[in-house]
């Protein structure tokens, strides 16, 4: 089976920089496709409340018979919850649907600047983590003015900053300021939910390491130290996903997919989304 890399986060959690995403998976299909990508050899499951699918997560979990500590689990909690009493209630929730008592990952799904309770959110996240409820805690979708009133409070510096990234979004200003306060970048919608995977460069790329156009990006991604998160519900997806460890990208070829940055947002905008 592959051994997934880990990066090591700013509390020294080892975090799999490859984990599987169950955005869009109905609740009733959620379990048997985290079953088979368990099998296939993830470990990590970024799910979140609002996808309506942790109990699938939860059933596919305790059916898998690998041990906890085995696992990296991560949800979020939603725009709706944001403020300290329903961040609290919001993370008792997840657990009881995942069928767990910790995550290893809790993040604020979007900052909401209208809703102004993302500080508060944090602190509550704080608190989760000083009680040892949660191993690492951190943040999705927070451009650097989000991070900078976050990080002024003083308090726990966010482990993880997910956002969305491939070739056609790059986001280069927020990986720089995660990098710059010791926040790992993950990427969501890595594949940009296959609207790159017919692009020449990709093609050429992929043609050129008799590799996938999707093994390419991933292998794009990986080799810039970022955690991502495909999801497939197809199993032959899921082994393909994970089948990157075995070759590099030039510095060329890196280059060339850079180049695709074309503003090529699929998700909405963190600056004005509010739910
Ligand atoms: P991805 O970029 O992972 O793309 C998923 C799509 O690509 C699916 O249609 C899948 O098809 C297809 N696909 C997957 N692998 C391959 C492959 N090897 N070849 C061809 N097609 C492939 O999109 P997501 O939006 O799902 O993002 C990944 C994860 O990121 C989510 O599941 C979620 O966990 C997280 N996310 C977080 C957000 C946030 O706000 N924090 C927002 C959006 C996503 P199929 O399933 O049919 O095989």
Redesign the pocket.
């Known amino acids: 089976m592959t051994s997934i890399p880990t990066i090591t986060l700013n509390n020294g959690v080892a975090m799999p920089q490859i984990g599987f995403?169950?955005?869009?998976v109905p609740n009733d299909e959620t379990e048997q496709a985290v079953t088979a990508a368990l099998a296939a050899g993830y470990r990590s499951i970024?799910?979140a409340a609002v996808y309506g699918n942790e109990e699938g997560v939860g059933r596919a979990i305790a059916a898998s018979g690998l041990a906890r500590e085995e696992l990296f689990i991560t949800s979020?909690v939603w725009i709706a919850d944001l403020g300290r009493e329903a961040t609290l209630a919001a993370y008792a929730d997840s657990l009881a649907k995942l069928g767990l008592d910790y995550l290893d990952l809790y993040l604020i799904?979007?900052p909401a600047p209208a809703t102004d309770a993302y500080l508060e959110s944090w602190q509550a996240l704080e608190e989760l983590a000083a009680a040892g409820r949660v191993r690492a805690i951190g943040v999705?979708?927070f451009l650097p003015e989000h991070l900078e009133r976050l990080i002024a409070l003083g308090g726990t510096v966010p482990a993880v900053n997910?956002v969305?990234t491939?070739p056609a979004l790059q986001q280069r200003d927020i990986a720089t300021f995660n990098a710059a306060n010791g926040i790992a970048t993950e990427a969501?919608?890595?594949?940009?939910?296959?609207a790159v995977?017919t692009d020449p460069a990709v093609l050429a790329i992929a043609a050129a390491h008799g590799r996938?156009p999707?093994q390419a990006i991933l292998r794009w991604h990986l080799q810039q130290g970022r955690v991502i998160?495909?999801?497939?519900?197809?199993p032959s997806?899921m082994a393909?996903?994970l089948d990157v460890l075995d070759f590099e990208l030039s510095a060329d070829e890196l280059a060339a997919l850079d180049a695709l940055e074309r503003d090529g947002r699929t998700?909405p905008n963190p600056a004005d989304f509010n739910g």
């Not at 995403?21 to 869009?24: A, D, L, R, S, T």
């Open positions: 995403g169950v955005f869009q970024d799910t979020k799904h979007w999705s979708n997910q969305e491939h969501w919608s890595p594949l940009a939910q296959g995977l996938t999707a998160i495909p999801k497939s519900v197809t997806r393909e996903n998700g």
